[in-house]
């Protein structure tokens, strides 16, 4: 039955990648809802793969009892009730980020896996797409820098204006900045760091350029620090990519330790090295750069494999809630509504 998954939910073009990647790891794609308040995404998602079935009715693929996956990049507010809907039909959910936008959903969610053993997965995608990450990653366990100090991460976006559907304006309905963007961040340091938790230092929300949106309280600005008994964190999180750039951001991570540092670029290297995925070393040795694109990511095969065996290689369901987690912690901190919380 995990070997068959449907698609539900064509809002963000993520989607493409988590189809794409899930039968690149040998996933048969039972078919698509075509179903969308963003025509651009359907469009995309059906010249990528000619070949897949639209099924008219949801229910159908909710109910098909051969299919054991739904893969959703639905408006992010519906993702929660959506993978409950599915799990209690005995299905596990790859959600596009952010997964989760509300306390309450969170604390669904969680009842809902205990009930009914099933799985509800974030795909963090500039973690699990991102081979320079899994080089990263390895560095640092394998002590290349010696011990973690620190990890900072920064993620600007292209705005995008004219492409973006209405649900994309409002955290009601697309999460807070840091629940949407932040999540990758959270993410990714607690995987360097090896733990499920972390203490939120500080939070900001700002709508700083009001007059670059259709809504006066777009959330184009977020900050977090965070930190546990391992290393603090720092994060940077915007929608200013100017429109020069080659890409839609010049996404940064620095990871620093007691000897040495790595600097990762995801997507580009403004120096002029070609592609993206460049990871650079500096040690009390040698400086290096890896030029990781194109390098084997594990995530998504490992994911398939969990599905058919119950394991947890590709990330564990209480890692995936502790992301979630803290990023509703650092929303609720930076609105100063620390108490609605309930986490």
Known sequence: MTHRFAVIGLEHRHVYELTHHLIEAGMDCAGYWPVT?????LEGFRKRFPGLQAVAERERLMDDATIGLIVTAAVPSER???????????????ADKPGITTAEDLELVETVVAETGRRFIVAFGERWQSPASVRAHALVRDGA??????????????LNRATRPDWFWHPRT????????GCHQIDSFLHLTGR????????????????RTPVADFQDWGEMVLRNEVASGSLQVHWFTPDGL????????????????????????????????????????RTEHFACEGEPVPTFRDFARDLRERSESAMTQSHCFAVCRLALAAEAKALGREHDARL
């Open 196 to 211: 499920e938790d972390a203490e939120i230092l500080r939070a900001e929300i700002r709508s700083v350029a009001p007059e």
């Open 246 to 285: 080659a890409d839609w951001g010049d996404g940064r991570s620095f990871i620093l330790g007691t000897e040495g540092y790595i600097e990762l670029r995801q997507n580009l290297d403004l120096a002029g090295r070609p592609g993206g995925q460049h990871l650079f070393l500096v040690t009390n040795t």
């Open 174 to 181: 697309n999460g807070s900045i840091l629940v949407d963007i």
């Open 80 to 94: 929660a009730a959506l993978g409950v809907a599915a799990m209690r039909r005995g299905k596990d959910v790859l």
């Open 145 to 158: 820098i010696g011990r973690l100090v620190s990890t900072t991460g920064m993620a600007p976006h292209r």
């Open 37 to 41: 308040t963003n025509p651009h995404v």
